[in-house]
């Protein structure tokens, strides 16, 4: 017993010893495999992981670039509105600067002389408003303007229980302001229309300077402009309205010296039309007989134009005072004048004219010139000229 259970012990330990096989693969063959399977499929997670968290950051990072971007915009537009109506604001409030530059004589003569006088009493009476009229008669504004402007000043003041003297002076400028004509202060131009616009005046009160002026404005607003030379009794007075023209881009029809005034405007019309202009602007002459050259003048308009509106405008000279009064009721009595332009407004202390021709004529001052340079003729807003001169 001894032998055989040493002998059958000793092969059971073998047995034992002996490694356990599954068709002929050890275990721990396949227990190493599995464990190297297991670190594959776990570094190609992290490195799927991996790979999905970098996308998801360029995606992340792409958003933030994207919003970035649109900010950007966002603030680049509301800087460029915002510089817009900045630009907007300081031209508007540069162009009221230089009108008030421009109207420094008139601001610091009648309108200097007036503010000192009425600030510089200390009792309103009838003495006050004596000199008052005195002052105004001397700056243009004429005798009957005059007792107009007092009589209204004398009005509001016992009906606004006005005491002070000094409180006098911006109802003066309320009274002056509402003699001032609001309406159609614009030359009226309608698209797809041949727009006509007669220009007379006397010599040397500034019509060849104001029609080039207006048609350097109306051609860099795009429109296509063709000037009537209708003034054909003074050569030079023809050749100085070609040269502004050609400075303005605009086209002329012209005649020889001593030509029919009413072939010259025929013919303007008939080229206007024909080369399909926007805007033709007529010089006309003030020489004899002007009542039956006018006449004859509105005649040849109308059949061309048929039953359409069109403007007749008297330029006259700020600094004649009286004397431009006196030109516009001859002109509105002779013609249907649609309105005036005053020229040389910034050479004038006294101003007056302003006032007067827009009471006693009753028809709109649509332009005022204040200077030598094309921007220096501007569309007369009441408002602004009474800021510019009162302030």
């Known amino acids: 017993m001894g032998f055989l259970s040493k002998l059958f012990g000793r092969k059971k330990d073998e047995e034992k010893k002996e490694p356990l096989k599954i068709a002929e693969v050890e275990i721990d063959e396949i227990l190493e495999k599995n464990e190297e399977i297991s670190e594959e499929v776990k570094e190609k997670k992290e490195t799927v992981q991996e790979s999905i968290e970098k996308k998801v950051e360029k995606v992340e990072a792409k958003k933030e670039i994207e919003d970035d971007i649109k900010s950007e915009a966002i603030v680049e537009k509301n800087s460029e509105e915002a510089q817009v109506i900045k630009e907007v604001k300081e031209e508007k409030k540069g162009f009221f600067a230089s009108l008030k530059d421009k109207l420094f004589k008139s601001r610091e003569g009648l309108f200097g002389t007036l503010k000192s006088f009425i600030l510089g009493r200390s009792v309103i009476d009838d003495e006050m ?37 000094k409180e006098v002076y911006p109802v003066l400028r309320e009274v002056m302001e509402g003699f001032l004509i609001k309406e159609n202060n614009e030359i009226h131009i309608e698209d797809g229309k041949l727009n006509v616009i007669l220009v007379v005046g006397v010599n040397g009160v500034g019509k060849t300077t104001t029609i080039g002026k207006l048609a350097s404005k109306y051609v860099k607003e795009g429109k296509k402009v063709i000037l009537g030379a209708g003034d054909t009794f003074r050569a030079a007075a023809i050749e100085q309205l070609e040269e502004w023209a050609n400075r303005a881009g605009a086209e002329i029809v012209k005649s020889t010296q001593g030509s029919d005034p009413g072939a010259v405007v025929f013919d303007t019309l008939v080229a206007a039309q024909s080369r399909g202009a926007d805007i033709a602007i007529i010089r006309l002459h003030n020489k004899n007989n002007l009542m039956k050259e006018l006449e004859k003048i509105h005649n040849i308009i109308k059949k061309k134009l048929g039953e359409q509106k069109y403007e007749s405008i008297l330029v006259i000279d700020g600094t004649t005072g009286q004397n431009a009064l006196n030109q516009a009721k001859v002109f509105n009595e002779v013609t249907e004048l649609t309105g005036f332009i005053i020229t040389k407004l910034d050479g004038t202390a006294k101003g007056g004219i302003v006032f007067s021709i827009s009471e006693e004529i009753k028809k709109p ?14 569309e007369f807003n009441a408002n602004e000229y009474i800021q510019a001169i009162f302030d």
């Open 129 to 165: 408003y004596e000199e008052l009229e005195d002052i105004l008669i001397q700056s243009d504004i004429g005798m009957d303007m005059t007792v107009k402007i007092v009589k209204e000043l004398e009005k509001e003041v016992k009906r606004r229980g006005v005491k002070d003297p």
């Open 365 to 378: 001052i649509k332009f005022i010139g204040v200077g030598e340079k094309i921007e220096d003729l501007r």
